[in-house]
């Protein structure tokens, strides 16, 4: 049976991984108890002994928990942006291509796309990788998102009963054009510049709707050929 083991199981992405884990009858979820969920040697043994770790973690947290794992047969999903663009990690977007669906197959070290990303790079990189769109397109991208990304500091201020009425409207942030996300948008889709990004976070849950607005003049096709390679 499959040993996994969720570093960061207390956050709000480890939480929703274990729930759905928990329903599995061909996984056994390995567990630490309160007192040692931060205790490095028990945080190691753990890593050691799993068949797969997912580590909900801060960057830096998940950079020194794949420095704990010595086992090579440990498969490593790592939830944080730490190893998204970095040398030897696979992707987590087998949906992109082949290449992408064999390094996730067959990879020991996988990490998870971002949210955002995620939407940005599917309208995107399949335009880039046949040639409908050139590599040096300057973009823009729009992505309204739930709350709940926003971990549980955000969750519980939207769900404040009284809380400010500001948040009843979508609020914009991210305006330093620094987000954490843009590293892999613009590596995963082989753009030359990273998008002009506005991510707007509103009042629902969770869900995300991301545009991509084009210049006709952009596409060395026509709407036709998109339409058909997104099929």
């Not at 329903?23 to 969920?37: C, M, N, S, V």
């Not at 040639?131 to 397109?137: E, F, Q, R, T, V």
């Not at 300057?138 to 404040?160: D, W």
């Not at 609020?171 to 892999?184: A, I, N, V």
Request: with cysteine; charged share 15%; hydrophobic share 40%.
């Amino acid at each position: 049976m499959t040993k996994v083991f969720i570093d960061g199981s207390a956050g709000t992405t480890g939480l929703r991984i274990h729930q759905r884990l928990a329903q599995r009858q061909d996984i056994t979820l390995l567990a630490l108890p309160e007192e040692l969920r931060k205790d490095d040697a028990a945080r190691q043994a753990a890593l050691n002994e799993c068949d797969i770790a997912f580590l909900c973690l801060p960057d830096a947290a998940a950079k020194q928990a794949v420095v704990l794992v010595t086992d090579p047969n440990t498969v490593i999903i790592d939830a944080s942006t730490a190893h998204r663009t970095a040398s030897g990690w696979a992707y987590g977007f087998p949906e992109l291509g082949d290449s992408f669906a064999q390094a996730v197959k067959n990879g020991k070290r996988i990490a998870v796309p971002g949210c955002h990303a995620s939407g940005f790079i599917a309208l995107v990189q399949p335009l880039v990788s046949v040639g409908l769109l050139a590599k040096d397109a300057l973009l823009p991208c729009h992505s309204v998102t739930g709350y709940s990304g926003g971990s549980k500091a955000m969750i519980a201020q939207y769900e404040n009963s009284a809380r400010s009425p500001l948040l009843d409207a979508p609020r914009q942030y991210g305006l330093s054009q620094q987000h954490k996300h843009l590293p892999e948008m613009q590596a995963i889709t082989g753009l030359e510049s990273p998008p002009i990004f506005c991510p707007i976070v509103a009042d629902f849950y969770s869900g995300m709707a991301v545009t991509v607005p084009l210049f006709a003049s952009q596409l060395k096709g026509s709407a036709k050929d998109v339409c058909q390679l997104y099929l």
